[in-house]
């Protein structure tokens, strides 16, 4: 590592001294309040801690099993067991339990498409329909070869048959693998290559902005460069001609539709793996974090509940904008939600099509009750214009999420004002793909929120800053954040890569998960995160790691060497400045030149690993700023593409003249 984050940052958020109280009238709005007071919170905290074994019994109860478990918990650093020899299984508990009570009528899933040439394009799922669709599709996958235990790739765009397709992995005892639809074809070939998949899921395209993203032609393009799929079973959305492979690709409609609606579902283990995700890291190709059954369900479903006031029957509607290719998508469109019988909300398009409104028309028409989004989404709104906003009736708003960056305070007013017109609390979510789950957050109708801080940790949420040494630090240093103690739905390993998983969350700070953000607590216990302590940067609330995009960049045959950085980006949080030494035959004679080889380069991250990983500044040098031991100087290259010219030591700096170049002066 790694330098620490400027103190200068970490004052900024300090000085917050708002601090907003529970709105009157929110307990009657919601339906009553799951926790309804700081001292209520304190005491079932206090007891989650004290007890954790009766605290998680209790809350796994509530499931169908169909095994009871001998034991809550085994743990052995950095193995944790939840549920010993318990068994379950989690479609039957997000679906098939909700029909056998009684509320096979009930909606489940509202999607509406993207595509707005006339009336919007909506579906809805009754659970009793959601069981027929992903029993047709568990049985078809069945037939296919699927097995319990296998891992399927799924690669498609934000449709229902998404959430399907996961859920009928999960009925038959076979893990998921879901690829987000925005990542490359050689991002997928990567990622099946690593779970050596037998089978992916696609389609013949995505919407997006209108536009559409050939997800069938990635995915023939991924399957030329890895040999592991076997079968790929392909959704038809968009109707553009695809390439066929016969044998290897079967479309959705002739396999599924016909299918068989009895499927029973498979009792797995409660430590059976039920997806992998994969996800950056500081070093090296993504890692697939491995989350299991039972724990993942219980956690990812309580906090879902608690943490968004998720209460059936009182015509609650529940939307989260992320995309289910990351962990929100999983556990809080999917996994979490279902179980809590409040229909789920999802969305195919983009917040700004066909206009900047249009994420505001659905909260109007769909009466949209709990909102969740990310703070790049927000400075986006709020660059676009409040007219936007305005034009929209939003009063069927009850609370407001955040997650998956840093929220600064002028955009958390201005959702609580514009978007929550000073009546939803604002719940600021921190949690990671490794956690599974919301670890730190504020509970609406309990928790005092302020601007910026993330509060105070969930229910079984052991959180302390600490230093270098593990040593806990005093209220208002700040330090790394680390848990000290285990949580159902925390990783259980890293695909394939022991050491990795060991080394990465369990090395640096004896005995305690380290989260790999840097984080200081208040003298209120307030938590705030100040960002990652190593090379991951989150770009638009996407995790991406320096060394990825370097590599992507060193793979284009002009590129000798490259650093990447974060740089503070207005609406993405962060964005990507890359640094690179050129081939000398490659440099380029002119500005024309050198514009050209910058888009050829951002061209080719694209391909590499996605739109998203393409870097918005890209300057050429001679050399790279290094240490007499050749160490690249990051600090250095960060405050460079921060523009920030503040003194700092440049005794170690080799060649001087370097610095010119790279604040681009020569
Ligand atoms: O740096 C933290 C940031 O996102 C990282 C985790 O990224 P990922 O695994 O992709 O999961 C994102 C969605 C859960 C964290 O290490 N992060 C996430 N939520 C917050 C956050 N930073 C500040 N505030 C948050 N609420």
């Given at each position: 590592m790694t330098e620490t984050k400027t103190s200068a940052a970490i004052e900024s958020v300090l000085t917050e001294e708002r601090v907003f109280h529970t709105p009157a009238g929110f307990s009657e709005a919601i339906g009553g309040a799951y926790v309804e007071s700081m001292e209520d919170y304190e005491r079932q905290y206090q007891r989650s801690i004290d007890d954790p074994e009766g605290f998680w019994g209790e809350a796994a109860s509530e499931f169908d099993w169909m095994r009871p478990w001998d034991r809550v918990l085994e743990w052995n650093c950095p193995d944790a067991k939840w549920f010993v020899g318990g068994q379950t299984n989690i479609c039957h508990n997000c679906v098939d339990r909700q029909v056998d009570q009684g509320h096979g009528d009930e909606v489940a899933i509202i999607w509406e498409g993207e595509p707005m040439d006339g009336a919007p394009e909506v579906r809805t799922f009754?659970?009793?329909?959601?069981?027929?669709?992903?029993?047709?599709?568990?049985?078809?996958?069945?037939?296919?070869?699927?097995?319990?235990g296998d891992i399927v790739t799924i690669y498609l765009g934000m449709v229902p048959e998404l959430a399907v397709a996961m859920l009928a992995c999960a009925r038959i005892g076979a893990a998921h693998s879901v690829i987000f639809g925005g990542f490359s074809a050689q991002a997928i070939a990567d990622r099946v290559e690593d779970a050596r998949s037998r089978f992916l899921i696609t389609g013949d395209g995505a919407w997006r902005r209108g536009s559409v993203v050939p997800l069938k032609e990635n995915v023939d393009q991924a399957l030329e460069m890895t040999d592991h799929v076997e079968h790929v079973l392909v959704l038809?959305?968009?109707?553009?001609?695809v390439d066929w492979k016969d044998g290897r690709d079967h479309w959705w409609h002739d396999v599924v539709d016909g299918e068989s609606t009895e499927c029973p579902c498979e009792p797995v283990d409660s430590e059976h793996m039920l997806f992998l995700l994969y996800t950056s890291g500081s070093t090296g190709k993504p890692k697939g974090i491995i989350h299991t059954t039972g724990g993942y369900m219980v956690y990812a479903a309580l906090t879902a509940r608690t943490v968004f006031n998720l209460v059936p029957d009182r015509g609650q509607v529940y939307w989260c904008t992320a995309d289910i290719g990351w962990v929100t998508g999983h556990s809080y469109i999917v996994y979490g939600v279902l179980p809590n019988r409040v229909p789920t909300f999802m969305f195919e398009g983009a917040p700004n099509h066909p206009d900047p409104g249009r994420f505001w028309d659905v909260v109007e028409r769909h009466k949209v009750t709990q909102f969740y989004t990310a703070p790049t989404a927000i400075r986006a709104f709020m660059k676009w214009g409040d007219e936007h906003v305005e034009k929209h009736d939003l009063s069927s708003l009850k609370v407001l999420g955040t997650v998956g960056e840093p929220i600064n305070p002028e955009a958390w007013m201005w959702y609580h004002k514009k978007i929550g017109g000073e009546r939803c609390p604002i719940v600021d979510t921190w949690w990671q793909t490794e956690t599974g789950g919301h670890m730190i957050t504020p509970l609406p109708g309990a928790t005092p929120t302020v601007p910026g801080s993330c509060t105070r940790p969930f229910f079984g949420i052991d959180a302390v800053i600490v230093d270098e040494h593990?040593?806990?630090?005093?209220?208002?240093?700040g330090g790394l954040l680390a848990i000290r103690s285990p949580w159902p739905a925390m990783l259980r390993g890293i695909y394939g890569d022991r050491?990795?998983?060991?080394?990465?969350?369990?090395?640096?700070?004896k005995g305690m998960y380290f989260a790999g953000d840097g984080a200081r607590r208040d003298e209120r216990g307030n938590f705030w995160i100040m960002g990652r302590v190593d090379d991951?940067?989150?770009?638009?609330?996407h995790r991406l790691g320096t060394m990825e995009v370097e590599s992507a960049l060193v793979s284009h045959e002009a590129v000798v060497e490259a650093a990447v950085v974060g740089m503070p980006?207005?609406?993405?949080?962060?964005?990507?400045?890359?640094?690179?030494?050129?081939?000398?035959?490659?440099?380029?004679?002119?500005?024309?030149?050198?514009?050209?080889?910058i888009k050829e380069l951002?061209?080719?991250?694209?391909?590499?690993?996605?739109?998203?990983?393409?870097?918005?500044?890209?300057?050429?040098?001679?050399?790279?700023?290094?240490?007499?031991?050749?160490?690249?100087?990051?600090?250095?290259?960060?405050?460079?593409a921060a523009g920030v010219e503040r003194e700092q030591d440049m005794s170690t700096l080799e060649d001087k003249n370097v610095l010119a170049q790279l604040r681009g002066e020569s």
């Open positions: 009754t659970y009793r329909e959601l069981r027929d669709e992903v029993s047709r599709c568990a049985n078809a996958l069945k037939k296919l070869g699927v097995k319990k038809k959305r968009i109707g553009n001609d593990g040593e806990e630090q005093p209220l208002g240093s050491e990795r998983f060991v080394d990465t969350y369990w090395k640096r700070i991951v940067i989150n770009v638009s609330g980006h207005e609406i993405k949080g962060t964005g990507i400045a890359a640094f690179c030494t050129l081939e000398p035959s490659r440099k380029p004679a002119d500005a024309e030149a050198t514009k050209a080889l951002r061209q080719h991250v694209g391909v590499e690993i996605g739109a998203i990983a393409k870097p918005d500044v890209i300057r050429f040098t001679d050399a790279m700023p290094k240490t007499r031991s050749g160490k690249i100087m990051r600090r250095l290259l960060r405050d460079i």
